[in-house]
């Protein structure tokens, strides 16, 4: 092969390399969220609920707010041992292209290129680690509110946004939006 299209295939491989990276990176964040629901259902059987709800899931109750009827609970969220393998072979197959590529480049140097793929295990580890972190999960349960009618409550819920999916989705709240 000519040493442009080498140049090239390197150059492009090392954007998805990069592109990798932050992938990797971007399984870690942060994803709070603020969501708004209505319920038809009274104050204090609406609180018990939400409250059981989080303790079945094995939230802890922090904090019952100055307010009545604001929750604070705190869980660990738990990796996903899916992601941690599809980081991992992601690494990999990424370790092999670049290792590939520079084997190519540079002819002398191959069998050091190839130990590249050892590293690949550091992607699921640096998942692992990081995505292993307490979540807190804010509530506040009004009983009027600008986007609801008299005989609705309003919720407030400040949390990660699959557990605000889950809320929702487990007990049939209806957004406020």
Same mark, same amino acid.
Do not use: H, M, N
């Given at each position: 092969m000519s040493t442009p299209v080498l140049s090239s295939?390197?150059?492009?491989?090392?954007?998805?390399?990069?592109?990798?990276?932050?992938?990797?990176?971007?399984?870690?964040?942060?994803?709070?969220?603020?969501?708004?629901?209505?319920?038809?259902?009274?104050?204090?059987?609406?609180?018990?609920?939400?409250?059981?709800?989080?303790?079945?899931r094995t939230y802890v109750l922090t904090d019952q707010g100055n307010e009545p009827n604001q929750l604070a609970f705190e869980g660990i969220v738990r990796p996903s041992i899916f992601l941690a393998i599809?980081?991992?072979?992601? *690494?990999?197959?990424?370790?092999?292209?670049?290792?590939?590529?520079?084997?190519?480049?540079?002819?002398?140097?191959?069998?050091?290129?190839?130990?590249?793929?050892?590293?690949a295990p550091l992607a699921g580890l640096f998942y692992w680690r990081k995505a292993k972190r307490p979540e807190t999960v804010?509530?506040?349960?009004?009983? *009027?509110?600008?986007?609801?009618t008299p005989d609705q409550r309003l919720i407030t819920v400040t949390g990660h946004r699959d557990e605000i999916f889950e809320l929702q989705r487990t007990? *049939?709240?209806?957004?406020?939006e």
């Open positions: 295939t390197f150059f492009l491989t090392l954007l998805l390399l990069v592109g990798l990276v932050f992938f990797i990176r971007a399984s870690v964040k942060d994803r709070t969220q603020v969501a708004q629901f209505v319920s038809p259902l009274p104050e204090e059987s609406l609180v018990g609920q939400l409250r059981q709800y989080f303790l079945q599809f980081l991992t072979s992601l *690494a990999a197959i990424a370790a092999l292209c670049i290792a590939l590529v520079l084997s190519i480049l540079f002819p002398a140097l191959s069998g050091l290129f190839w130990g590249l793929i050892a590293i804010l509530l506040k349960v009004e009983s *009027a509110g600008p986007k609801c007990l *049939a709240l209806v957004s406020a």
